[in-house]
């Protein structure tokens, strides 16, 4: 093993690690600074000729658009919901919800409500922080909480684009893999929602709110196992949030507690629920839901129709074509829906261009730094390379070289690591998807080389990409910001860094056990 060969190897994700530490720069400026370095080591080093290492780059960015592009339709909903207040109408019905039981409501509002958002497409650290502020609860606990409870199904966000990301990266359907990383849900979402309490009320609170805690989580875990036995994995965060706001509904109900009191409403609060009714501001969300739910059962044709028959191969590597599913893709039908919902949510011509001129300031670059990520997993993949496209020598391939030093190192317990390798990746990324691309490949390899299941050590790691969520820059950033408490975000850091190190081990043990 040649030491120079993996510090090279490795270099990349040190390199962006450190712009985002030290310099404390934009993600998509790191990144495309990563990208720079990953192309002159692959070319200088690894002796890969450009015009590979570019191809491979566009081929990376194309096989971004489940992400990249889902970035942008996500976005353009969500700004037209906000400016006709449809979004501020949701706002005010969650604040209304589980007011006279504090754990109740933290399981409701950041893990049921916080699933249900970020799997249709909103941004829980951006929503949830003010509403949390109004229910009395710290600038700590409403910035953490959040960006905690992102996680709670991440792998599922978006209609679940990290499970399509790691199919295409490991050349099998959606329904085959998906049950790699439900298999840890149940334990893991447990984890987070005990963790929400323990960031509250520490272990006082722990004890005392334990049954809503592993009511939550289980209802999480075991419907993201029960949605990938019925093959609807796209549906997985939809189904799994109103399964838990529905359980707690019910607990509280059980113990004879009020559903819902209005005495915390503003008179902003009520203007918005006199602006634009309930069904017609959350309109984008039913006609998403059930056009995912037609293009997805298995009873009907539309899911072959849309996965196999219309899917466009996209051949820029030779005889490695990337496979755009655009009329399946959740993006595709995110937009369909929120220009389904425009008669609903009627918005004037100057809210239309408000909305439109924020999603040209704010969209590219999440979309860039999404994409970019993509391109240099793909850099690292095909290093080595010549302009046949074969591998002649493994010692010139950085995930060969990074697969022999980590089996090398840790033999038989890579499975242990593998969870924080993601976790490493989804914090420099931003992206669960983004960890998953760069690597699923390395994780294969190096499952391989010690006998071990590659598809569930690669799961395990996407999951500890999820779970960066809570230690994200931008997303810590991102909820402090919502409620105008910037720079606090930096203390948040140094508690939920210790929760995301100590899920993660969870997860890495259940790796373990599994993996042989």
């Not at 219309?310 to 755009?324: D, F, K, M, T, Y």
């Not at 011509?349 to 999603?359: C, D, H, S």
């Not at 591998?391 to 089996?407: C, E, F, Q, T, Y």
Request: with cysteine.
């Amino acid at each position: 093993m040649n030491p120079l060969s993996v510090i090279l190897a490795l270099l990349p994700i040190l390199f962006v690690l450190v712009l985002l530490v030290w310099r404390r720069m934009a993600a998509d400026l790191a990144g495309l600074l990563g990208w720079a370095a990953a192309m002159l080591i692959a070319w200088l080093y690894f002796a890969t000729p450009l015009p590979v290492l570019f191809a491979a780059s566009l081929s990376g960015m194309v096989a971004s658009f489940p992400i990249s592009i889902m970035v942008a339709t996500s976005l353009l909903q969500i700004f037209i919901m906000a400016e006709t207040g449809a979004l501020a109408r949701v706002v005010t019905l969650i604040k209304t919800v589980a007011p006279k039981d504090q754990v109740v409501q933290i399981m409701i509002v950041n893990v049921g409500f916080g699933t249900l958002l970020a799997a249709m497409g909103a941004t829980p650290v951006s929503i949830l922080p003010p509403i949390m502020l109004a229910l009395g609860y710290s600038s700590f606990v409403a910035i953490a909480l959040p960006a905690l409870g992102y996680d709670a199904l991440c792998t599922y966000a978006l209609l679940g684009v990290p499970v399509v990301v790691f199919a295409n990266a490991v050349g099998l359907s959606v329904a085959e893999v998906g049950e790699y990383f439900a298999r840890f849900m149940p334990v893991i979402s447990t984890c987070i929602a005990i963790g929400m309490l323990w960031m509250v009320g520490k272990w006082k609170m722990m004890w005392t709110g334990l049954v809503p805690a592993l009511l939550s989580g289980l209802t999480a875990g075991w419907i993201a196992i029960g949605m990938n036995h019925i093959g609807l994995i796209p549906l997985t965060g939809v189904a799994a949030g109103l399964g838990v706001v529905a359980v707690m509904l019910g607990y509280l109900l059980l113990r004879r507690k009020p559903l819902r009191d209005r005495s915390a409403l503003t008179e902003a609060d009520l203007a918005a629920e006199k602006r634009i009714g309930l069904a017609a501001a959350v309109s984008p969300w039913i006609i998403l839901t059930v056009f995912a739910v037609l293009v997805n059962l298995p009873a009907l044709p539309f899911y072959t129709l849309t996965f196999n028959t219309l899917a466009l191969p996209v051949e820029i590597i030779p005889g490695a074509a990337e496979r755009v599913r655009p009329f399946w893709q959740a993006y595709f039908w995110i937009l369909v829906s929120t220009l389904l919902a425009l008669p609903f949510l009627k918005p004037t011509r100057g809210q239309m261009n408000a909305a439109l001129k924020k999603w040209a300031k704010r969209a590219p670059r999440p979309m860039l730094a999404a994409a970019v990520f993509f391109a240099i997993a793909y850099i690292i993949n095909h290093s080595g390379k010549g302009l046949d496209w074969t591998l002649a020598d493994p010692s010139r391939n950085m995930v060969a070289v990074l697969a022999n030093a980590s089996s090398a190192a840790f033999g038989r317990f890579y499975p242990l690591v593998a969870p924080y390798l993601g976790l490493l990746a989804g914090f420099v990324s931003g992206s669960e998807a983004s960890a998953i691309a760069m690597l699923t490949k390395l994780h294969l390899t190096t499952a391989e080389k010690i006998g071990a299941v590659g598809l569930l050590v690669a799961a395990a790691s996407g999951i500890g990409g999820g779970l960066a969520s809570v230690i994200s820059p931008a997303k810590l950033q991102n909820a402090a910001a919502a409620i105008g408490r910037i720079g606090e975000e930096a203390g948040v850091l140094r508690v939920t860094f210790v929760i995301s190190l100590v899920i993660t081990a969870v997860c890495a043990l259940m790796a373990m056990i599994w993996a042989f």
